[in-house]
């Protein structure tokens, strides 16, 4: 079983700014494989294979669904592809059962602040309440909804807050987990793991410094470990 598809429902594909950031990302930073539906289907008038896009669906345990937030819901592109592939399940016997507990994601981006999703705010409603359509998705097919990636206006942020989205949407995509300190501890201790940081071209003196960094993150994450198991915390 693969780990993470991640479905890009934005009509222009992975060609705009912030989805060809979230892309660059998830190649350099995750194992998740990427479903661009813009690359799929280019005449909604006309049904698509549902059966093949579910065999796919099939092969992973996390599902992100990604897309840009148009008038406060997904754009047509992914509507479209939804409702073939999750309307007609009837017509591949056993694949309703294929999809319980498997992880079920949504990262969305949108061009207002996040303080305008609030009750009083200019939109009224929360982020959560938008997506609300998706946790019913899940539940019905009984998948664990994890809680939404939002990612809001992406254009103004400065590059150290991009640097931060970026480990921090690469931590959702491999553990399905936000805001969690030890999740995410624990995702950079594998990242640096990794052959290619390990093979970075540093001289003695920023050797040591690594390497003394690296053992002090580690260090933190096990003393935070501990006191999880002292109290028998569980995230």
């Not at 190649?27 to 661009?36: G, H, M, P, R």
């Not at 019905?140 to 640097?163: C, G, K, N, V």
């Not at 960094?213 to 569980?234: P, R």
Request: hydrophobic fraction near 40%; charge should be negative; include cysteine.
């Amino acid at each position: 079983m693969k780990s993470t598809l991640i479905i890009v429902g934005h009509p222009a594909g992975v060609n705009s700014t912030t989805q060809q950031f979230l892309y660059q990302t998830s190649q350099a930073y995750t194992s998740a494989d990427v479903l661009i539906l813009a690359d799929e289907i280019s005449d909604m008038t006309h049904p698509i294979d549902g059966d093949r896009y579910r065999d796919q669906l099939a092969q992973y345990d996390r599902l992100i669904f990604q897309f840009p937030m148009y008038w406060y819901q997904a754009p047509s592109l992914l509507k479209f592809w939804m409702d073939e592939v999750f309307q007609d399940w009837q017509s591949n016997p056993g694949w309703a059962q294929k999809m319980q507990g498997k992880e079920f994601g949504v990262v969305i981006t949108a061009d207002v602040a996040a303080t305008r999703f609030h009750p009083g705010e200019d939109v009224g409603v929360t982020m959560d309440q938008l997506l609300s359509p998706y946790q019913a998705l899940a539940t019905y097919y009984r998948m664990e909804y994890l809680a939404p990636f939002a990612i809001h206006r992406f254009s103004m942020m400065d590059e150290p807050t991009q640097m931060r989205l970026m480990l921090t949407y690469a931590c959702y995509l491999s553990t399905g987990k936000q805001g969690s300190l030890r999740v995410f501890q624990q995702f950079i201790l594998e990242q640096l793991a990794h052959p290619t940081i390990s093979s970075l071209p540093l001289d003695s003196t920023q050797a040591l410094t690594f390497q003394m960094w690296q053992e002090d993150i580690s260090h933190q994450a096990d003393e935070l470990e501990e006191l999880f198991t002292m109290n028998g915390w569980w995230y």
